[in-house]
């Protein structure tokens, strides 16, 4: 692991820098801008911002400060490009979560190792479930064509470096391509629009689904989206069952069962339906979710077989607004 003038060696594989023009960085201070020098790099497809001190190392503490106000300005991973240190000094940084290269024997850079990981997988049978969940949001909510991992994370509860890989999948599956914005950013260009893009995603759609499972109660204040067959009803002509059906992402399915907030959870029956879902309702950042979109809605339904149940969701679908 070797730094340069304008490159950083990264497991093995040489990452170009080039300066960041003043232009972009507009949300940094002045006393910012003397402290540090800033790169744009690339690894495996996602665009990260290196920092690197123009004089002495600031404390892991001022790191941590500065990682967490870039990001939220940038919307990119920070790594910082530091001098050498002493032992005690990389163990701070490590314990603060500060992605840091320092010299070329030391780093902490767990992120670009799971993204290395990651890139070296085949490609992509089916939609991952943030690739599914920006596909509908595209498709439900708002168009995301021609915007940037970067843009689209500020309308998604996905991190960047989740979308980014969202979007490679949804490249590798054809259902899109990642087109050049400008000198250093990529944005995602669908192949199809509204029900022909739907229609050409169906082989690589999942249940959203992950399991169901059944309470007597759920104590807590939190409301939780209506789903399943209630759902359905909502939006059709089906008459409501007399179940509670409700969803909760996998994340706060631990939570509720680590809580203890579900009464008598069993997998058999009860007065509460609860499905396990592996994304967050699709809608915009700022909504609070009521009902589960209706395109998930009908992915999770695939598997009822009930002729009632069917031909309400071919309405939902129908009469979808693409």
Known sequence: MMQTDKQVLIAGQTINLTE?????????????????????????????????PKKDNPTPRNCQIYASRFN?????PVVFLLHPAPAYERERLMQKDIFFIMSDKFANLPMLVVLQRI?????????????????????????LEGKSAKEIAALVPYSYESVALGLTCIEDLGLGEKIQLD????????HKEGKELWDKAQPFLMNPVEKTVFCDGLDGADEYPVCGINALAHYSHLNPDSERWIMATVREYRSLTKSGAMINQNEFDGSIILEVWKYPPVASKEERCEWVDKLSLALSLQDDHDPRVEKEVEYIIDTMKW
């Open 72 to 76: 939220r300005i940038f919307q990119e």
């Open 183 to 190: 000198a250093k950013s990529k944005g995602i260009h669908f």
């Open 20 to 52: 960041r023009i003043p232009d972009n960085l507009n949300g940094t201070n002045v006393g910012e801008r003397m402290t540090f020098n800033f790169y744009d790099g690339s690894f495996h497809g996602v665009d990260m911002l290196f920092v690197a």
């Open 119 to 143: 890139s070296n997988r085949k490609a992509a049978e089916r939609l991952s479930p943030v690739a599914q969940y920006l596909l509908l949001y595209h498709l439900q909510v708002s168009s």
